[in-house]
């Protein structure tokens, strides 16, 4: 399994500071699917450059905590970016409150269905707030 993951590195890349992360947790349901792993290795890898078994064990962190599900089929055109679809399907799989995202193009939709989606930073202060 490996070392524990670097919780800085784990954490900065879900939000934006450690009590997101933490929140999160304490009280929400985390929803994952196949392809949202894989695109979390990418971005660890690939943007953050982060070691093979630091990734591993963020990895183990993420599906020990969450709901595996598979995303819900949309219209391989429906939106702008083909990669967003997957992302929008699992969230709607899920029949989540919130998309948590920083990608520029999900935001810009703001929601989908009964979906609301947000930043990292508009999640926490929303949530904080309850």
């Known amino acids: ?11 900065r890349f879900i939000g934006e500071d450690d009590s997101l992360f933490e929140l999160f947790l304490e009280s929400h349901d985390l929803f ?3 392809y949202l792993i894989k ?5 660890l890898r690939n943007k953050i450059k982060l070691p093979k078994t630091t990734i591993a ?3 183990e962190l993420y599906t020990s905590r969450a709901i595996r599900l598979d995303p819900v089929e949309l219209p391989p055109d429906a939106y702008r ?5 997957p992302v929008l399907g699992t969230a709607l799989a899920a029949e989540a409150d919130f998309l948590i995202t920083g990608d520029k193009d999900l935001l810009t939709l703001n929601t989908i269905e009964k979906v609301k989606i947000v930043t990292p930073r508009e999640f926490y202060d929303t949530d904080s707030k309850d």
């Open 1 to 11: 399994m490996g070392p524990p993951p670097d919780k800085k590195h784990g954490l």
């Open 32 to 34: 994952i699917s196949d």
């Open 39 to 43: 695109e979390i290795q990418d971005k």
């Open 57 to 59: 064990a963020i990895i």
């Open 81 to 85: 970016d083909p990669d967003d679809i």
